[in-house]
């Protein structure tokens, strides 16, 4: 049996880590044994309000730190995300399920948000313009907003948090960080590395909690913008509430990403990309592909018996077993709610391919679910029309790819796309075409680097701003625009009633 971690620490406050005092709290377990592995306190009202007073306090200190001081933090942050890499693969583990090799992948991805964000200098730069009307310089500038909050998913413990907040605070902001309340202690421990690097006491806060501690947060006088990543259903509900607060929010939901296989794809190469975009971290990825739409019966056909081949010896394990190809799902809820989604299915119609719904498991307590293929599936299908966040991908049969592109247009996610195909003219018609927020061509998950913006479209993105790239600088400041002139000491200024002009 696991042992209990972090027995007493719940939140990380003005540099000091804290129990909690709220009363109210929750269990974290761990998804490859089912143990209970600790009680995390949800942060009461009164906590949120002392934090975030505590936050407004230190960040204006930051704000007026040099930018090559903050930078000189990140570089440090950075290395120990490095040399911490192991401890943090483990955490990930135990909190959340996946297999340590796939969560070193996930901080590798986090890592190139903080290498974006050491380059905050050059981001921040401002434009200049000289002599725009009698020794009149026009330039702009960007200033941080002051107390902002980011709130996270279980899903990606470490790069989700890292990628929406590093930038925040490197451009001079004070952070909020209100992980999910299923994963709780990977924050705790990005805390500890932020406070060796030498961040400020207060500068970067943890507040754990559920959705009532998210409200206090999210309508606070004192809290300026929102970053939200997590399901549709929530983010649209963390729009409605921070706009009508005034706040800036951007807020990111979940996703039905499609494969489409064209019949000129190298198929082999296709069947091998869907097995980790569909099934890796136990398809509990926004950018995992759930739906293989195979081009011509042809091509569903050999698409489909290659792919049954591999999908029967995939296998789930512990998070910590190195044969494992994926972990368990985050909780027993999130077992069943995708069993009775594959009872749905078959209800309406659909075909399992490959029954992964009860998987041969050394620990029978885990919440593990095995690899479930499903074909004729139909675009009026639940299973086909719902984010399903675990391991039942299902394969939709069109004759033409215009219909394809019609249909994932037609849909309400529209978070990734990505397409195998040899034919360069029908690679461009569909990414011109396709209303998806990343595309990928012959690549299994379109998810971009680092230094690239991340967003989707339609109903898996509320708000302005992306994530990840040069767009989070711009989310989290505010630009000034200054009209200067100096006079010569014998100038005088003649009265003008008239609009300025040039
Ligand atoms: P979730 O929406 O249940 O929870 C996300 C966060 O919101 C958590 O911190 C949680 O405590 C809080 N929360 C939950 N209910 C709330 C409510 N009613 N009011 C206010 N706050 C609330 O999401 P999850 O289950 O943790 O994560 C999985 C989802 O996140 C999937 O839908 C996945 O697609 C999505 N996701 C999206 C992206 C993206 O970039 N678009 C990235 C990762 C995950």
């Not at 906590?47 to 704000?63: C, M, N, P, Y």
């Not at 590798?108 to 050491?118: F, N, T």
């Not at 219909?403 to 034919?423: K, M």
Request: negative net charge; hydrophobic residues 40%.
């Amino acid at each position: 049996m696991e042992s209990v971690i972090f027995k007493t620490v719940s939140h990380y406050i003005n540099g000091q880590k804290v129990a909690g005092n709220s009363g109210k709290f929750g269990f974290v377990y761990s998804p490859s044994t089912g143990q209970k592995l600790a009680k995390v306190s949800y942060a009461s009202p009164e906590e949120v309000d002392q934090s975030i007073a505590l936050a407004k306090e230190a960040g204006a200190k930051w704000a007026s730190t040099s930018i090559g001081k903050r930078v000189n933090i990140l570089f440090k942050f950075r290395q120990l995300l490095v040399e911490n890499t192991d401890k943090l693969a483990n955490l990930i583990g135990k909190e959340n399920g996946k297999t340590i090799s796939d969560a070193k992948g996930e901080i590798s991805r986090g890592i190139e948000s903080v290498d974006l964000a050491i380059g905050a200098p050059h981001i921040l730069k401002g434009e200049h313009s000289v002599n725009v009307g009698g020794k009149i310089n026009a330039y702009s500038m960007k200033q941080p907003l002051g107390v902002v909050t980011c709130i996270s998913p279980f899903n990606f413990p470490v790069m989700v948090p890292i990628a929406m907040s590093t930038m925040a605070v490197a451009v001079g902001n004070a952070m909020i960080l209100k992980p999910s309340e299923k994963v709780p202690y990977s924050a705790l421990l990005i805390s500890e590395l932020w406070q060796e690097a030498g961040l400020p006491d207060g500068v970067w806060n943890v507040l754990n909690g559920d959705k009532d501690t998210v409200n206090s947060i999210i309508t606070h006088k004192d809290i300026e913008a929102i970053s939200f990543v997590g399901s549709t259903k929530v983010a649209e509900i963390i729009y409605e509430t921070g706009t009508k607060h005034h706040k800036r929010v951007n807020a990111f939901g979940g996703g039905k990403n499609h494969m489409v296989i064209l019949p000129d794809a190298n198929m082999d190469q296709a069947v091998d990309s869907f097995l980790g975009a569909a099934y890796g971290s136990a398809s509990q990825r926004c950018m995992a592909i759930s739906v293989a739409m195979t081009v011509g019966q042809k091509t569903t056909e050999l698409f489909t018996e290659k792919l049954k081949l591999k999908v029967e010896n995939l296998h789930p394990g512990s998070y910590d077993d190195e044969s494992a190809d994926f972990g368990a799902v985050i909780s027993a809820e999130a077992k069943q709610s995708i069993l009775n989604a594959i009872d749905q299915a078959v209800e309406e119609g659909a075909n399992i391919v490959v029954d992964g719904r009860y998987p041969d498991v050394d620990n029978k307590d885990g919440f593990y679910l095995g690899a479930t293929l499903l074909d004729h599936v139909t675009p009026d299908m639940t299973i086909y029309k719902e984010e399903i966040f675990g391991p039942a991908r299902a394969i939709v049969s069109v004759d033409r790819i215009e219909e394809a592109i019609q249909l994932i247009n037609d849909h309400q996610f529209g978070n990734g796309v990505t397409i195998f195909t040899n034919s360069g003219r029908d690679a461009r018609k569909f990414i011109e075409e396709i209303e998806v927020g990343m595309v990928g061509v012959n690549v299994p998950i379109p998810i971009p680097v680092g230094y690239h913006n991340f967003g989707g479209w339609k109903d898996s993105r509320f708000g302005e701003g992306q994530m990840f790239g040069p767009d989070t600088a711009r989310f989290f400041t505010k630009t000034k625009t200054v009209s200067e002139r100096w006079f010569d000491q014998d100038d005088s200024d003649e009265v003008n009633f008239n609009f300025p002009s040039s």
